[in-house]
Protein backbone atom coordinates (compact mmCIF):
# COMPACT_ATOMS: atom_id res chain seq x y z
CA UNK A 1 0.00 0.00 0.00
CA UNK A 2 1.57 3.75 -0.50
CA UNK A 3 2.16 5.90 2.32
CA UNK A 4 -0.79 8.21 2.81
CA UNK A 5 0.81 11.81 1.21
CA UNK A 6 1.14 14.21 4.64
CA UNK A 7 -0.57 17.66 4.53
CA UNK A 8 0.03 20.83 6.96
CA UNK A 9 -2.27 23.90 8.24
CA UNK A 10 -0.93 26.94 6.96
CA UNK A 11 -0.70 29.59 10.04
CA UNK A 12 0.90 32.91 10.42
CA UNK A 13 3.21 31.66 7.39
CA UNK A 14 4.37 28.74 8.35
CA UNK A 15 2.94 25.09 7.45
CA UNK A 16 2.18 23.53 10.96
CA UNK A 17 0.68 20.14 12.27
CA UNK A 18 -2.03 20.36 14.78
CA UNK A 19 -0.70 21.20 18.37
CA UNK A 20 -2.02 17.92 19.42
CA UNK A 21 -0.16 15.82 16.47
CA UNK A 22 -3.74 14.64 15.33
CA UNK A 23 -4.69 13.75 12.22
CA UNK A 24 -7.69 12.29 10.18
CA UNK A 25 -7.64 10.49 6.64
CA UNK A 26 -8.96 12.21 3.45
CA UNK A 27 -10.58 9.27 0.81
CA UNK A 28 -10.26 9.13 -2.80
CA UNK A 29 -13.93 8.67 -3.91
CA UNK A 30 -12.76 6.81 -7.08
CA UNK A 31 -12.05 3.58 -4.71
CA UNK A 32 -12.97 5.18 -1.61
CA UNK A 33 -9.73 4.74 0.06
CA UNK A 34 -7.44 6.60 1.94
CA UNK A 35 -4.62 8.53 0.15
CA UNK A 36 -3.32 11.57 2.19
CA UNK A 37 -3.68 13.06 6.25
CA UNK A 38 -4.28 16.45 7.12
CA UNK A 39 -4.18 17.74 10.56
CA UNK A 40 -7.27 17.60 13.04
CA UNK A 41 -7.00 21.24 14.31
CA UNK A 42 -7.45 21.68 18.04
CA UNK A 43 -9.31 25.02 19.86
CA UNK A 44 -5.74 26.40 20.47
CA UNK A 45 -4.86 26.06 16.85
CA UNK A 46 -7.83 27.99 15.66
CA UNK A 47 -6.73 30.27 18.57
CA UNK A 48 -3.15 30.71 16.98
CA UNK A 49 -4.60 31.47 13.85
CA UNK A 50 -7.11 33.92 14.88
CA UNK A 51 -4.47 35.55 16.47
CA UNK A 52 -2.16 35.48 13.52
CA UNK A 53 -4.39 37.18 11.40
CA UNK A 54 -5.65 40.03 14.39
CA UNK A 55 -1.79 40.58 14.60
CA UNK A 56 -1.53 41.27 10.79
CA UNK A 57 -4.47 43.09 10.54
CA UNK A 58 -3.50 45.56 13.31
CA UNK A 59 -0.17 45.67 11.26
CA UNK A 60 0.66 46.46 8.37
CA UNK A 61 -2.08 44.85 5.79
CA UNK A 62 -4.87 47.08 6.22
CA UNK A 63 -2.47 50.16 6.20
CA UNK A 64 -0.73 49.22 2.65
CA UNK A 65 -2.29 51.08 0.11
CA UNK A 66 -4.79 49.64 -1.91
CA UNK A 67 -3.11 49.07 -5.11
CA UNK A 68 -0.20 47.37 -3.15
CA UNK A 69 -3.24 45.40 -1.87
CA UNK A 70 -4.09 44.18 -5.77
CA UNK A 71 -0.55 43.09 -6.34
CA UNK A 72 -0.70 40.68 -3.92
CA UNK A 73 -4.37 39.45 -5.40
CA UNK A 74 -3.03 39.58 -9.20
CA UNK A 75 0.05 37.13 -7.85
CA UNK A 76 -2.75 34.94 -6.17
CA UNK A 77 -3.82 34.71 -9.68
CA UNK A 78 -1.14 34.18 -11.67
CA UNK A 79 0.07 31.52 -9.21
CA UNK A 80 -3.33 29.48 -9.90
CA UNK A 81 -3.17 29.85 -13.60
CA UNK A 82 0.78 28.28 -13.05
CA UNK A 83 -0.27 25.73 -11.14
CA UNK A 84 -4.24 25.23 -12.40
CA UNK A 85 -3.05 21.18 -13.27
CA UNK A 86 -1.42 20.68 -9.82
CA UNK A 87 -4.33 22.11 -7.84
CA UNK A 88 -6.79 20.17 -10.23
CA UNK A 89 -5.58 17.19 -10.05
CA UNK A 90 -5.35 17.70 -6.07
CA UNK A 91 -8.73 18.37 -6.27
CA UNK A 92 -9.98 15.23 -8.64
CA UNK A 93 -8.43 13.08 -6.61
CA UNK A 94 -9.70 14.49 -3.24
CA UNK A 95 -13.29 14.79 -4.51
CA UNK A 96 -14.44 12.81 -7.30
CA UNK A 97 -14.84 15.76 -9.73
CA UNK A 98 -13.99 15.92 -13.18
CA UNK A 99 -10.39 16.76 -13.42
CA UNK A 100 -11.39 18.52 -17.08
CA UNK A 101 -13.76 20.69 -14.86
CA UNK A 102 -11.10 21.11 -11.99
CA UNK A 103 -8.28 22.17 -13.80
CA UNK A 104 -10.53 24.78 -16.60
CA UNK A 105 -11.83 26.27 -12.74
CA UNK A 106 -8.44 26.67 -11.55
CA UNK A 107 -7.83 28.67 -14.43
CA UNK A 108 -10.87 30.78 -14.40
CA UNK A 109 -10.70 31.11 -10.61
CA UNK A 110 -7.56 33.50 -11.06
CA UNK A 111 -10.00 36.03 -12.54
CA UNK A 112 -11.93 36.53 -9.65
CA UNK A 113 -8.57 37.45 -8.09
CA UNK A 114 -8.09 39.74 -11.00
CA UNK A 115 -11.17 41.52 -10.67
CA UNK A 116 -10.91 42.13 -7.66
CA UNK A 117 -7.21 43.31 -7.31
CA UNK A 118 -9.07 45.98 -9.48
CA UNK A 119 -11.58 46.96 -7.33
CA UNK A 120 -8.97 47.34 -4.26
CA UNK A 121 -8.89 51.44 -5.22
CA UNK A 122 -12.71 51.77 -6.08
CA UNK A 123 -13.81 51.85 -2.57
CA UNK A 124 -15.08 55.37 -2.16
CA UNK A 125 -16.70 57.38 0.27
CA UNK A 126 -19.02 60.11 0.54
CA UNK A 127 -19.14 63.67 1.74
CA UNK A 128 -22.92 64.19 3.35
CA UNK A 129 -25.04 67.17 2.59
CA UNK A 130 -25.22 67.38 6.48
CA UNK A 131 -27.85 69.63 7.60
CA UNK A 132 -25.85 71.69 9.94
CA UNK A 133 -24.15 75.46 9.54
CA UNK A 134 -20.63 75.51 9.73
CA UNK A 135 -20.23 71.64 9.97
CA UNK A 136 -19.08 68.79 7.07
CA UNK A 137 -19.87 64.71 7.59
CA UNK A 138 -17.72 62.04 5.82
CA UNK A 139 -18.57 58.53 5.62
CA UNK A 140 -15.86 56.60 4.59
CA UNK A 141 -15.35 52.74 4.82
CA UNK A 142 -13.09 50.95 6.14
CA UNK A 143 -12.09 47.05 6.60
CA UNK A 144 -13.90 44.96 9.42
CA UNK A 145 -11.21 42.94 10.98
CA UNK A 146 -10.67 39.18 11.02
CA UNK A 147 -12.50 36.64 8.79
CA UNK A 148 -14.06 33.35 8.93
CA UNK A 149 -14.43 31.70 5.99
CA UNK A 150 -15.59 28.53 5.83
CA UNK A 151 -16.07 25.88 2.64
CA UNK A 152 -17.62 22.89 1.41
CA UNK A 153 -15.43 20.11 -0.19
CA UNK A 154 -17.02 21.09 -3.86
CA UNK A 155 -16.25 23.96 -5.89
CA UNK A 156 -14.05 25.14 -2.89
CA UNK A 157 -11.51 27.09 -5.20
CA UNK A 158 -14.19 28.81 -6.37
CA UNK A 159 -15.82 29.36 -2.96
CA UNK A 160 -12.78 30.62 -1.79
CA UNK A 161 -12.00 33.07 -4.44
CA UNK A 162 -15.65 34.80 -3.56
CA UNK A 163 -14.64 35.31 0.02
CA UNK A 164 -10.48 35.97 0.00
CA UNK A 165 -11.07 38.27 -2.96
CA UNK A 166 -12.93 41.10 -1.95
CA UNK A 167 -12.11 40.36 1.80
CA UNK A 168 -8.14 40.89 1.28
CA UNK A 169 -8.96 43.74 -1.54
CA UNK A 170 -10.74 45.86 1.50
CA UNK A 171 -7.88 45.47 3.76
CA UNK A 172 -9.00 42.61 6.58
CA UNK A 173 -7.16 38.95 6.56
CA UNK A 174 -8.66 35.59 7.08
CA UNK A 175 -8.89 32.51 8.19
CA UNK A 176 -10.51 29.79 5.82
CA UNK A 177 -11.69 26.64 7.39
CA UNK A 178 -11.35 23.68 4.76
CA UNK A 179 -14.17 20.83 4.83
CA UNK A 180 -13.26 17.64 6.80
CA UNK A 181 -14.32 15.90 3.88
CA UNK A 182 -12.34 16.44 1.28
CA UNK A 183 -8.69 19.61 2.82
CA UNK A 184 -6.40 18.80 0.16
CA UNK A 185 -7.18 21.24 -2.54
CA UNK A 186 -7.07 24.18 0.14
CA UNK A 187 -3.97 23.54 1.77
CA UNK A 188 -2.35 22.85 -2.14
CA UNK A 189 -4.11 26.53 -2.44
CA UNK A 190 -2.16 27.72 0.66
CA UNK A 191 1.52 27.19 -1.57
CA UNK A 192 -0.06 29.63 -4.36
CA UNK A 193 -0.86 32.08 -1.29
CA UNK A 194 2.92 31.53 0.00
CA UNK A 195 4.42 32.04 -3.28
CA UNK A 196 2.39 34.87 -4.10
CA UNK A 197 4.19 36.33 -1.07
CA UNK A 198 1.51 37.48 0.48
CA UNK A 199 2.77 38.62 4.45
CA UNK A 200 2.17 36.25 7.22
CA UNK A 201 -1.12 35.77 8.96
CA UNK A 202 -2.75 37.73 5.95
CA UNK A 203 -4.44 34.27 4.75
CA UNK A 204 -4.38 30.79 7.20
CA UNK A 205 -5.77 27.71 6.11
CA UNK A 206 -6.72 25.37 9.02
CA UNK A 207 -8.87 21.50 8.89
CA UNK A 208 -10.65 19.59 11.16
CA UNK A 209 -14.62 19.18 12.12
CA UNK A 210 -17.38 21.10 12.75
CA UNK A 211 -15.90 20.46 16.44
CA UNK A 212 -13.92 21.85 17.90
CA UNK A 213 -12.35 23.60 14.63
CA UNK A 214 -15.40 25.38 13.23
CA UNK A 215 -17.50 25.94 16.79
CA UNK A 216 -13.90 27.98 18.24
CA UNK A 217 -13.85 29.55 14.96
CA UNK A 218 -17.10 31.08 14.54
CA UNK A 219 -17.23 32.12 18.19
CA UNK A 220 -13.78 33.73 18.71
CA UNK A 221 -14.04 37.07 20.30
CA UNK A 222 -11.53 38.35 17.03
CA UNK A 223 -13.64 36.89 14.51
CA UNK A 224 -15.52 39.89 13.27
CA UNK A 225 -17.48 38.36 10.43
CA UNK A 226 -18.80 34.89 8.95
CA UNK A 227 -18.54 33.85 5.75
CA UNK A 228 -20.48 30.28 5.22
CA UNK A 229 -20.85 28.45 2.44
CA UNK A 230 -22.54 24.65 3.30
CA UNK A 231 -25.62 23.25 4.83
CA UNK A 232 -28.80 24.55 6.67
CA UNK A 233 -27.56 22.31 9.58
CA UNK A 234 -24.55 23.73 9.99
CA UNK A 235 -25.68 27.62 9.12
CA UNK A 236 -27.66 27.29 12.35
CA UNK A 237 -25.00 26.05 14.67
CA UNK A 238 -22.64 29.21 12.76
CA UNK A 239 -25.46 31.52 13.66
CA UNK A 240 -26.10 30.17 17.35
CA UNK A 241 -21.80 30.50 17.66
CA UNK A 242 -21.58 33.96 16.77
CA UNK A 243 -24.05 35.26 19.41
CA UNK A 244 -20.53 34.93 21.34
CA UNK A 245 -18.92 37.47 19.25
CA UNK A 246 -21.48 39.19 17.35
CA UNK A 247 -20.06 39.01 14.12
CA UNK A 248 -21.46 39.49 10.58
CA UNK A 249 -22.74 36.28 9.35
CA UNK A 250 -23.57 35.40 5.40
CA UNK A 251 -24.72 32.21 4.45
CA UNK A 252 -25.10 30.45 0.92
CA UNK A 253 -26.71 27.45 1.82
CA UNK A 254 -27.93 24.40 -0.69
CA UNK A 255 -30.73 24.51 -3.31
CA UNK A 256 -33.76 22.43 -5.06
CA UNK A 257 -33.57 24.57 -7.94
CA UNK A 258 -36.60 24.57 -10.66
CA UNK A 259 -35.86 23.89 -14.09
CA UNK A 260 -38.82 25.13 -16.08
CA UNK A 261 -39.18 24.21 -19.87
CA UNK A 262 -42.02 25.66 -21.59
CA UNK A 263 -43.88 24.11 -24.89
CA UNK A 264 -42.26 26.67 -27.34
CA UNK A 265 -38.75 26.38 -25.56
CA UNK A 266 -35.70 25.23 -27.82
CA UNK A 267 -35.96 21.76 -26.88
CA UNK A 268 -32.67 20.35 -27.84
CA UNK A 269 -31.18 23.79 -25.77
CA UNK A 270 -33.17 23.19 -23.27
CA UNK A 271 -31.86 18.92 -22.51
CA UNK A 272 -28.50 19.71 -22.96
CA UNK A 273 -28.42 22.80 -20.32
CA UNK A 274 -30.75 20.06 -17.77
CA UNK A 275 -28.21 17.32 -18.51
CA UNK A 276 -25.59 20.10 -17.52
CA UNK A 277 -27.70 21.60 -14.64
CA UNK A 278 -28.08 18.17 -13.02
CA UNK A 279 -25.04 15.62 -14.15
CA UNK A 280 -22.42 18.07 -14.16
CA UNK A 281 -20.24 17.86 -11.39
CA UNK A 282 -22.34 14.70 -10.44
CA UNK A 283 -25.03 16.53 -9.64
CA UNK A 284 -23.10 17.88 -6.38
CA UNK A 285 -23.91 21.42 -7.17
CA UNK A 286 -26.03 24.14 -4.87
CA UNK A 287 -27.21 25.39 -7.87
CA UNK A 288 -27.92 21.49 -9.65
CA UNK A 289 -31.35 22.03 -11.56
CA UNK A 290 -33.08 18.97 -9.27
CA UNK A 291 -36.59 19.90 -10.14
CA UNK A 292 -37.24 19.60 -13.42
CA UNK A 293 -40.83 21.04 -14.79
CA UNK A 294 -42.20 20.18 -18.30
CA UNK A 295 -45.12 21.39 -20.07
CA UNK A 296 -47.36 18.50 -20.50
CA UNK A 297 -47.46 18.67 -23.82
CA UNK A 298 -43.77 18.64 -24.54
CA UNK A 299 -43.36 16.31 -21.98
CA UNK A 300 -43.24 12.89 -23.46
CA UNK A 301 -40.60 14.50 -26.31
CA UNK A 302 -38.22 15.56 -23.98
CA UNK A 303 -38.55 12.92 -21.41
CA UNK A 304 -37.33 10.49 -24.32
CA UNK A 305 -34.21 12.98 -24.78
CA UNK A 306 -33.24 13.13 -21.95
CA UNK A 307 -33.52 9.66 -20.97
CA UNK A 308 -31.72 8.96 -24.09
CA UNK A 309 -28.53 11.12 -23.23
CA UNK A 310 -28.63 10.30 -19.81
CA UNK A 311 -28.28 6.56 -19.97
CA UNK A 312 -25.27 7.46 -22.95
CA UNK A 313 -23.30 9.56 -19.74
CA UNK A 314 -19.98 7.80 -19.34
CA UNK A 315 -18.94 7.02 -15.62
CA UNK A 316 -15.46 5.77 -14.89
CA UNK A 317 -12.31 7.49 -12.98
CA UNK A 318 -12.42 11.20 -13.18
CA UNK A 319 -8.82 11.52 -13.70
CA UNK A 320 -9.48 10.65 -17.22
CA UNK A 321 -10.17 12.78 -20.43
CA UNK A 322 -13.06 10.63 -21.59
CA UNK A 323 -15.08 10.28 -18.64
CA UNK A 324 -18.30 12.51 -17.91
CA UNK A 325 -19.69 11.89 -14.71
CA UNK A 326 -17.42 10.67 -11.63
CA UNK A 327 -18.03 9.14 -8.08
CA UNK A 328 -20.17 10.80 -5.39
CA UNK A 329 -17.43 12.12 -2.30
CA UNK A 330 -18.95 10.79 0.39
CA UNK A 331 -20.93 7.52 1.26
CA UNK A 332 -23.21 9.17 3.46
CA UNK A 333 -24.13 11.08 0.19
CA UNK A 334 -24.84 7.65 -1.35
CA UNK A 335 -26.97 6.28 1.47
CA UNK A 336 -28.87 9.28 1.63
CA UNK A 337 -29.19 8.87 -2.13
CA UNK A 338 -30.71 5.40 -1.74
CA UNK A 339 -32.94 5.87 0.84
CA UNK A 340 -34.69 9.38 -0.43
CA UNK A 341 -35.27 7.18 -4.06
CA UNK A 342 -36.80 4.11 -2.26
CA UNK A 343 -39.39 6.47 -0.51
CA UNK A 344 -40.28 8.34 -3.48
CA UNK A 345 -40.82 4.84 -4.87
CA UNK A 346 -43.33 4.47 -2.29
CA UNK A 347 -44.71 7.27 -2.48
CA UNK A 348 -45.68 7.09 -6.17
CA UNK A 349 -42.78 8.18 -8.04
CA UNK A 350 -41.09 6.18 -10.82
CA UNK A 351 -37.43 5.52 -12.16
CA UNK A 352 -37.43 6.50 -15.40
CA UNK A 353 -33.51 5.50 -15.84
CA UNK A 354 -30.63 4.61 -13.08
CA UNK A 355 -31.56 4.53 -9.25
CA UNK A 356 -28.72 1.93 -8.51
CA UNK A 357 -24.56 1.92 -8.74
CA UNK A 358 -23.25 0.78 -11.87
CA UNK A 359 -21.23 -2.19 -11.85
CA UNK A 360 -17.63 -2.49 -12.41
CA UNK A 361 -16.94 0.49 -10.46
CA UNK A 362 -16.49 1.70 -6.91
CA UNK A 363 -18.68 1.64 -4.27
CA UNK A 364 -19.33 5.40 -4.33
CA UNK A 365 -20.46 5.37 -8.22
CA UNK A 366 -24.22 6.36 -8.82
CA UNK A 367 -26.08 6.12 -12.46
CA UNK A 368 -27.44 9.20 -13.66
CA UNK A 369 -31.37 8.91 -12.04
CA UNK A 370 -34.48 10.44 -13.54
CA UNK A 371 -37.57 10.57 -11.93
CA UNK A 372 -41.11 11.01 -12.41
CA UNK A 373 -43.01 12.65 -9.60
CA UNK A 374 -46.67 12.79 -9.55
CA UNK A 375 -46.92 15.01 -7.17
CA UNK A 376 -45.55 18.23 -6.01
CA UNK A 377 -46.22 16.46 -2.23
CA UNK A 378 -43.73 13.91 -2.47
CA UNK A 379 -40.46 14.77 -0.64
CA UNK A 380 -37.86 13.91 -2.83
CA UNK A 381 -39.05 17.39 -4.99
CA UNK A 382 -38.00 19.51 -2.26
CA UNK A 383 -35.32 17.41 -0.39
CA UNK A 384 -31.81 18.31 -1.75
CA UNK A 385 -30.02 15.58 -2.46
CA UNK A 386 -26.17 16.58 -3.23
CA UNK A 387 -26.19 13.81 -6.37
CA UNK A 388 -27.26 13.01 -10.10
CA UNK A 389 -30.68 12.54 -9.41
CA UNK A 390 -33.61 14.56 -11.15
CA UNK A 391 -37.01 14.90 -10.36
CA UNK A 392 -39.97 15.63 -13.23
CA UNK A 393 -42.97 17.06 -12.48
CA UNK A 394 -45.41 18.00 -15.51
CA UNK A 395 -47.05 21.14 -15.52
CA UNK A 396 -50.11 22.88 -18.12
CA UNK A 397 -49.78 27.31 -17.45
CA UNK A 398 -47.56 29.57 -16.51
CA UNK A 399 -49.11 30.94 -13.24
CA UNK A 400 -49.13 27.31 -11.88
CA UNK A 401 -45.63 26.40 -12.89
CA UNK A 402 -44.69 29.79 -10.85
CA UNK A 403 -46.63 28.45 -7.86
CA UNK A 404 -44.66 25.06 -8.00
CA UNK A 405 -41.36 26.99 -8.69
CA UNK A 406 -42.07 28.68 -5.48
CA UNK A 407 -43.52 26.08 -3.73
CA UNK A 408 -40.28 25.04 -1.43
CA UNK A 409 -38.18 26.32 1.16
CA UNK A 410 -35.19 26.66 -0.93
CA UNK A 411 -34.53 30.14 -3.28
CA UNK A 412 -30.93 29.61 -4.63
CA UNK A 413 -31.31 29.22 -8.48
CA UNK A 414 -33.75 28.76 -11.44
CA UNK A 415 -34.17 28.01 -14.80
CA UNK A 416 -36.36 29.09 -17.76
CA UNK A 417 -36.52 27.73 -21.33
CA UNK A 418 -38.58 29.62 -23.44
CA UNK A 419 -38.40 31.72 -26.75
CA UNK A 420 -40.79 34.34 -25.71
CA UNK A 421 -38.46 37.38 -23.99
CA UNK A 422 -41.81 38.22 -22.08
CA UNK A 423 -42.79 35.19 -20.82
CA UNK A 424 -39.30 34.97 -19.48
CA UNK A 425 -39.78 38.54 -18.08
CA UNK A 426 -42.65 37.69 -16.45
CA UNK A 427 -41.27 34.20 -14.98
CA UNK A 428 -37.80 35.37 -13.98
CA UNK A 429 -39.24 38.00 -11.86
CA UNK A 430 -41.90 36.15 -10.16
CA UNK A 431 -39.91 33.10 -9.21
CA UNK A 432 -38.30 33.11 -5.53
CA UNK A 433 -34.75 32.29 -6.19
CA UNK A 434 -31.64 34.57 -5.99
CA UNK A 435 -30.23 33.55 -9.46
CA UNK A 436 -32.09 33.23 -12.55
CA UNK A 437 -30.76 31.79 -15.37
CA UNK A 438 -32.88 32.17 -18.67
CA UNK A 439 -32.32 29.74 -21.94
CA UNK A 440 -28.81 28.70 -20.04
CA UNK A 441 -27.61 27.22 -16.88
CA UNK A 442 -24.40 27.40 -14.45
CA UNK A 443 -23.00 30.10 -15.81
CA UNK A 444 -21.02 32.50 -13.61
CA UNK A 445 -18.83 35.56 -13.53
CA UNK A 446 -16.91 37.21 -10.87
CA UNK A 447 -19.06 40.50 -11.99
CA UNK A 448 -22.03 38.86 -10.73
CA UNK A 449 -23.80 38.99 -7.63
CA UNK A 450 -24.07 35.16 -6.14
CA UNK A 451 -26.78 34.12 -3.40
CA UNK A 452 -30.13 32.71 -2.38
CA UNK A 453 -33.40 33.38 -1.25
CA UNK A 454 -35.27 31.92 2.15
CA UNK A 455 -33.35 28.67 3.24
CA UNK A 456 -30.97 29.11 0.75
CA UNK A 457 -29.29 31.64 2.79
CA UNK A 458 -28.84 35.68 2.95
CA UNK A 459 -25.74 37.76 1.21
CA UNK A 460 -24.24 37.94 -1.56
CA UNK A 461 -21.01 36.60 -3.26
CA UNK A 462 -19.28 37.79 -6.28
CA UNK A 463 -19.88 41.33 -7.67
CA UNK A 464 -18.86 44.70 -6.91
CA UNK A 465 -21.25 45.08 -4.18
CA UNK A 466 -19.18 42.20 -2.13
CA UNK A 467 -16.07 44.32 -1.65
CA UNK A 468 -18.34 46.83 0.18
CA UNK A 469 -19.75 43.95 2.31
CA UNK A 470 -16.26 43.90 3.40
CA UNK A 471 -15.92 46.99 5.22
CA UNK A 472 -18.18 49.04 7.76
CA UNK A 473 -18.92 52.91 7.32
CA UNK A 474 -17.59 55.23 9.48
CA UNK A 475 -18.51 58.80 9.47
CA UNK A 476 -16.20 61.53 10.86
CA UNK A 477 -18.00 64.93 11.86
CA UNK A 478 -15.84 68.41 11.07
CA UNK A 479 -16.25 71.82 12.14
CA UNK A 480 -14.82 74.09 10.15
CA UNK A 481 -15.91 77.31 11.97
CA UNK A 482 -12.90 78.99 13.70
CA UNK A 483 -15.62 80.66 16.58
CA UNK A 484 -15.42 78.18 19.69
CA UNK A 485 -18.46 76.06 20.56
CA UNK A 486 -21.07 77.83 22.88
CA UNK A 487 -20.99 77.54 26.39
CA UNK A 488 -23.73 74.53 26.89
CA UNK A 489 -24.51 75.81 29.83
CA UNK A 490 -26.43 78.97 28.47
CA UNK A 491 -29.44 78.82 27.07
CA UNK A 492 -30.12 81.50 24.46
Not at 286 to 304: M, T, W
Amino acid sequence: MPELKKYKMFINGEWVNSDTEKIFETLNPENNKPWAVVPEASASDVDRAVQAAQNAFEGEWSKLLPKERARYLRMIGDKLRENAEHLGKIETIDTGKLYRETYKQANYIAEYYDYYAGLADKVEGTVLPIDKPNIQAITTRIPIGVIAAIVPWNSQLFLVAVKIGPALAAGNTIVLKASEHASAAMLAFGKCVEEAGIPPGVVNIITGHGDPCGKELTSHPKVARISFTGGPTSARHVIRNSAENFAEVSLELGGKSPFIVFDDADIENAVNCSIAGIFGATGQSCVAGSRLYLQENIADEFLSLIVKQAKNIKIGDPLLDETQMGPLCTKGQLENIKTELAFAVEEGATLLCGGKSPEGLGELFFEPTIVDCPSQKLKIVDTELFGPVLSVIKFKTEEEVISLANDTKHGLAAGIFSKSSSRCLRVSKAVHAGIVWVNTYRVVSPIAEFGGFKNSGYGRESGFQAIYDYTRPKTVWMNMSDEPAANPFVMK
